[in-house]
T-cell receptor, first 111, second 117 residues
């Protein structure tokens, strides 16, 4: 069974601080995605990374896929209250387009 | 952008009854849709892969006779929770991948909150 562990589970920070969320597994994934989910809604796709070592930027968010395609990180610079939400990584099972979700990181950014 | 509509957004049903949840891609076609469930404060758990015109593929531990999936067209998949019990209460979410895009096109519905009383 493929497991994706995210750390930390919870994070509460002040506006303007930086943070990093980690997504780790012992399995190799053909691609990895990051999502943000608001309460009572479905997740919204932020990024897809495919190549080992790949780095993608989305405004203040930086995503990195590990060289071995087993792990990933999400770095947020100068966090804002609007960044508050549940962040989920999801790894693709061997090119099947089927994604297994990580355990989640609940972020709260205080004004 | 791609939109996936789920209906209903919430439903309350009596124990022992069945509930049908619809997942519809509004402006694109999808041969494959996925069904997830999410318990409070937890992550999403993949239940099954819904394939247009063929039987769904269920994840280990998911009862296919209890969670019936039908994907009769390229824009509609339905999940029916049969003989629902309180432990089936959860947030059910579907996702779809447009035929014309790669992995970046994954779109989730807004979810259905099921409460069984």
């Amino acid at each position: 069974t493929q497991l994706l562990e995210q750390s930390p589970q919870f994070l509460s920070i002040q506006e303007g601080e930086n943070l990093t969320v980690y997504c780790n597994s012992s399995s190799v994934f053909s691609s990895l995605q990051w999502y943000r989910q608001e309460p009572g809604e479905g997740p919204v796709l932020l990024v897809t990374v495919v190549t080992g070592g790949e780095v993608k930027k989305l405004k203040r968010l930086t995503f990195q896929f590990g060289d071995a395609r087993k792990d990933s990180s999400l770095h947020i610079t100068a966090a804002q209250p609007g960044d508050t939400g549940l962040y989920l990584c999801a790894g693709e099972n061997s090119g099947t387009y089927k994604y297994i979700f990580g355990t989640g990181t609940r972020l709260k950014v205080l004004a | 952008g791609a939109v996936v509509s789920q209906h209903p957004s919430w439903v309350i049903c009596k124990s022992g009854t069945s509930v049908k949840i619809e997942c519809r891609s509004l402006d694109f076609q999808a041969t494959t849709m996925f069904w997830y469930r999410q318990f409070p404060k937890q992550s999403l758990m993949l239940m099954a892969t819904s394939n247009e015109g063929s039987k769904a593929t269920y994840e280990q531990g998911v009862e296919k006779d209890k969670f019936l999936i039908n994907h009769a067209s390229l824009t509609l998949s339905t999940l029916t929770v049969t003989s629902a019990h309180p432990e089936d209460s959860s947030f059910y979410i579907c996702s779809a991948l447009p035929l014309s895009t790669g992995r970046d096109g994954y779109t989730f519905g807004s979810g259905t909150r099921l409460t069984v009383v």
